[in-house]
């Protein structure tokens, strides 16, 4: 069992003698049967089981009614197991920036079904597992372990061909290691992160039979798959050896002090927001995307470096499905510069990064209203607010304005959303009175326009207020702030609709596509124009994509002809919603140009 020798000496990271000279790092690659099983069985039950890997299984032995018995005893032992692991606490969550903001950094302890594999992981056979499991198990779970991984075994004899090729990767792969001096630009990545004194102990790399090439680290072991048609040149094994850095340094930014993280955590949420909800750790992912991918293998294996391919899968449901690739792109020259100047990532480099991700992402209102302090009618919250920015909000009670402002006092860093009625006018008013806040002039009753105000609160964050005479009125501001191209000037802090066209709203997914009952072309907002060009959808046949920049066009499409739609002004003509009713809608504003290679033609305003 791979115990720390900083527990067993009765120290702390914070307590290494500071005449300890740490090394580079030992690291150690393996390679295990028992290991492929115990991950082959785990992903193939449910609930999540993997089809490819599955399918894969079933092209030596069928999974019938049997098999699919076995994993479904396998996931209720693995079930009640987890349930009885410790989490972290909910204390711990609470302090990071903004409720969801603790996904941006990876937890040490991250949960899950975790636990349970790390048992597997740390043992050498079924035996050695069951003891490690000890009384959690009863005596008939473990003998229905013991019956799942008997029968699965039997079967692994005719799949375990691959062993002989697990064992010709390790060998090249620790050839490849020792050559570009891995270990090296392991303990320059762990100093930059200020946890060099984890590497007092070896590294474990473990390479396993998979579906498919994937990578990742559970404790001090960094896992990497291998599927039967993996090719052994030295290409393939140097961009493995990629995989390896990039793993390990979400391994090294696990482990920072949890006061480091909570103040990084609240850096990312006040400068860039709670972007890409379902993938949120977008700079964490292209940090170690530049490292691993980019800075190591360009450095170190410039033959098998291809800056045309793909760092990152591309995640067409995600809102921006380019992000870490693009972003991961920017951040790698100015990471290697950081390295070899010996800094640090906290906080010289951690401003530097957000400000490309203020680039490749501009923010935008409703990244801040995914995180933030929201005060309104509980009914409007739950029915308008909710759906358009998600779950990840604290809700103030607007029938107690003076504690909900002092609340408000107390997150300097997080953005505060104000929804209101026209009754709740005074409420909104005294809680910004209670608060601090200052710029914003609530008015004694509304007009025939709703109400929408962003604007930059002085101690962090963003401070959005949206009222409306009716509830229609409110819903029309919360659809314009979510799809607000930028944030207003200072100078201009309100925004309200002008033209009064008719707005309907269809919602696809988290996605909102304003459609406009209007013959005339015109722009919608008082605002000026953004700086950033305003480009939100490719289309591609019926497929529609998020996209901001060159980078965000995935190489495949480079030489397509692609339609580009806005929400300027442009010319008009009927569009499919992209959902699965397939329905059109004629008129809508729209405008239109053509993409040809990466020279992307910017629309005219």
């Not at 039950?45 to 994993?71: C, F, I, T, V, Y």
């Not at 991250?110 to 490690?132: H, I, Q, R, V």
């Not at 980019?294 to 992000?323: G, T």
């Amino acid at each position: 069992m791979l115990t720390p020798l900083l527990v067993l000496a009765g120290l702390s990271l914070g307590q290494l003698p500071q005449q300890a000279a740490v090394k580079a790092p030992e690291l150690r690659w393996h390679t295990s049967r028992f290991h492929s099983l115990a991950f082959a069985i785990d992903g193939m039950s449910p609930p999540n089981a993997n089809p490819r890997l599955k399918s894969l299984w079933a092209k030596s032995h069928a999974l019938g009614d049997q098999e699919e018995r076995l994993l479904s005893q396998y996931s209720s032992i693995r079930k009640r197991v987890v349930a009885l692991e410790p989490h972290g606490t909910s204390d711990d969550a609470e302090k990071i920036a903004a409720p969801g903001a603790d996904t941006l950094l990876p937890p040490e302890n991250k949960g899950g079904n975790e636990p349970f594999l790390l048992k597997l992981l740390l043992s050498s056979d079924l035996d050695g597992a069951l003891k490690a499991f000890g009384a959690t198990l009863s005596g008939e779970e473990a003998e229905s372990l013991r019956q799942v991984f008997t029968h699965f075994d039997r079967q692994l004899d005719d799949i375990w061909k691959n062993g002989a090729l697990l064992e010709e990767c390790r060998k090249k792969l620790e050839t490849l290691a020792a050559r570009s001096s891995i270990a090296g630009f392991l303990q320059s990545l762990a100093r930059f992160y200020g946890v060099e004194e984890i590497l007092l102990e070896p590294l474990e790399v473990e390479l396993l039979w998979g579906s498919s090439f994937r990578g990742t680290v559970m404790g001090r072991r960094m896992i990497l798959f291998f599927p039967p048609d993996t090719k052994t040149d030295e290409g393939t094994m140097a961009s493995k050896l990629g995989v390896v850095v990039h793993e390990l340094g979400h391994y090294f930014e696990e482990r920072m002090p949890v006061e480091r993280k909570r103040a990084i955590t609240t850096a990312m949420v006040e400068k860039a927001g709670y972007v890409n909800d379902g993938h949120p750790n977008i700079l964490e992912e292209a940090l170690q995307t530049a490292a691993g991918n980019i800075v190591f293998l360009k450095k170190h294996f410039p033959a098998a470096y291809d800056p045309n391919a793909s760092f990152y899968m591309y995640e067409a449901k995600l809102e921006y499905p380019f992000a870490i690739d693009a972003l991961a792109r920017r951040l790698a020259p100015i990471l290697e510069k950081e390295l070899e100047a010996s800094s640090t990532f906290f906080p010289r480099f951690l401003d530097l990064a957000l400000a490309e991700q203020r680039q490749v992402i501009p923010p935008l209102p409703r990244h801040f209203a995914r995180a933030s302090l929201v005060s309104g009618p509980a009914k409007q919250v739950a029915m308008l607010f909710k759906p358009l920015f998600g779950e990840t909000h604290v809700s103030l009670d607007l029938s107690h304005p003076e504690a909900a402002g002092s609340t408000v006092s107390q997150c300097p860093s997080r953005s505060v959303v104000l929804l209101g009625l026209e009754g709740d006018l005074p409420a909104l008013r005294k809680i910004l009175e209670q608060s601090g806040e200052k710029g914003v002039s609530i008015p004694d009753t509304l007009g025939d326009e709703p109400m929408l105000v962003v604007q930059p609160r002085a101690a962090g964050g963003y401070l959005m207020v949206a009222a409306g005479k009716q509830e229609s009125q409110l819903r029309e501001a919360l659809i314009r702030l979510f799809m607000l191209p930028s944030f207003p000037p200072p100078s201009a802090p309100a925004i309200v609709l002008s033209g009064r066209p008719s707005i309907g709203a269809h919602l696809v997914g988290k996605r909102v596509e304003l459609l406009a009952k209007t013959t005339t072309a015109g722009q919608y907002l008082v605002a000026p124009p953004p700086a950033h060009p305003v480009v939100t959808h490719v289309l591609v046949g019926d497929y529609k994509m998020p996209v901001y920049s060159r980078e965000a066009l995935p190489a495949q499409m480079q030489r397509c002809a692609l339609r580009v739609t806005g929400l300027l002004a442009g010319e008009q003509g009927p569009v499919k919603d992209g959902s699965r009713s397939g329905r059109t809608y004629e008129p809508r504003v729209q405008y239109s140009v053509t993409v040809e290679r990466w020279e992307c033609a910017q629309p005219s305003r």
